[in-house]
């Protein structure tokens, strides 16, 4: 992810969500840090799908291609974290048709985010 304003990005992500900092790397050319984000997967959804996704956690289509999410402990604890951290509230936590409660959020260097957290 390229942000423009690169400290803000990294205290959202390392410090408010959480992501451990495997490495940090600062050049004359500019600076890097890559964060630990545990497992990951791709979740690859036809226009179809990701219509009923977004529906499902906001009652309308606004991502964009790519949205990240997050499985969190305490979906309305995360989403608060991130809002008093800079990230814009696009849809306040919901239950969805999968059982897990779900926040949509516009983070920093406008990442949209999922933080989910699994009620079953």
């Known amino acids: 992810m390229t942000a423009s304003d690169y400290e803000e990005a990294v205290t959202f992500y390392r410090d408010v969500l959480g992501l451990q900092e495997r490495e940090a790397y ?3 050319d500019g600076r890097v840090t890559i964060l630990e ?3 990951a997967t791709l979740e690859i959804a036809d226009p179809a799908q ?3 996704i977004d529906r499902a956690e906001v009652g309308s289509r606004v991502a964009g291609h790519v949205r990240v999410a997050f499985e969190v402990d305490d979906a309305v604890a995360a989403t608060a ?3 008093g951290a800079g990230a814009r509230v ?3 936590p919901t239950t969805t048709p ?3 409660l779900n926040a949509r959020l516009e983070g920093p260097a406008g990442l949209q985010l999922t933080l989910f957290e699994e009620l079953s």
């Open 98 to 100: 999968w059982n897990s």
């Open 81 to 83: 974290a991130a809002t």
């Open 26 to 28: 600062a050049t004359p």
């Open 50 to 52: 990701a219509e009923f």
């Open 37 to 39: 984000a545990g497992r």
């Open 90 to 92: 696009i849809a306040d």
